[in-house]
């Protein structure tokens, strides 16, 4: 069965540094998606990507987040300073297209943020 | 999108059959309603999506009512590996459809 992919699945950074985060989502998928989930919270959205460029984003997803589809095969999400409060679980999804709009996730990202 | 009201959390036995309600009052015409699962640590996992009447996969069953004002995810036979959060949403499909908003979800402990 087909399934989304993450990379790393635990990252640690230092406060103030970048981080890319990598996902490959299923092969035919149109829609691409991060959500975050901090720890003991709810799964939040962040960002949604079609036709390669963002449709929607979140207040969360400020400046300081960006995402890019460079291969047609990965898509990642950048922070370019990381803070404390970035440190969560950070989730990839993918969805066909057509009237069917069931997400497949990815296992996610561990993010720890010192 | 039509808020969703679900109980925090509930308990079970291995064996036993397990149905999690949904409160939603305020559902359009052209919503759907669908569950995910999450086991910890882990991302969100579709299990089953309906309109009306009932559905059944290999899964869950989902029933809902004629005025579809709520819904009843209904997990058969749980075991220990069915411990998770679920997750009721309720929105449109097609391409217009896009970000999911989680709510809390309700959180199953099965237990031995």
């Known amino acids: 069965e087909p399934e989304v992919t993450q990379t790393p699945s635990h990252q640690v950074t230092q406060m103030g540094q970048e981080v890319i985060l990598r996902c490959v989502p299923i092969s035919n998928h149109l829609y691409f998606y991060w959500y975050r989930q901090i720890l003991g919270q709810k799964v939040e959205f962040l960002v949604s990507f079609y036709n390669n460029e963002i449709s929607e984003k979140s207040e969360i997803f400020d400046d300081q987040f960006s995402v890019e589809r460079p291969d047609g095969s990965n898509f990642t999400l950048k922070i370019r300073s990381t803070k404390l409060e970035d440190s969560a679980m950070y989730f990839c999804?993918?969805?066909?297209?057509?009237?069917?709009?069931?997400?497949?996730f990815g296992p996610g990202t561990r993010l720890t943020v010192l | 999108l039509a808020k969703t009201t679900q109980p925090i959390s509930m308990d079970s036995y291995e064996g036993q059959e397990v149905n999690i309600t949904c409160s939603h009052n305020?559902?359009?015409?052209?919503?759907?309603i669908t569950w995910y699962q999450q086991f910890p640590s882990q991302g969100p996992r579709f299990i089953i999506q309906?309109?009306?009447t009932k559905v059944t996969n290999e899964v869950a069953s989902l029933f809902i009512p004629a005025d579809r004002k709520s819904s009843t995810l209904s997990l058969p036979r749980v075991s220990l590996s069915d411990t998770a959060v679920y997750y009721c949403?309720?929105?449109?499909?097609?391409?217009?459809?896009?970000?999911?908003?989680f709510g809390s979800g309700t959180r199953l402990s099965i237990r031995p």
């Open positions: 305020n559902i359009a015409t052209n919503d759907y």
């Open positions: 949403l309720v929105g449109p499909r097609g391409s217009s459809a896009s970000k999911i908003i």
């Open positions: 999804a993918s969805r066909g297209g057509g009237e069917y709009n069931e997400q497949f």
């Open positions: 309906g309109y009306k």
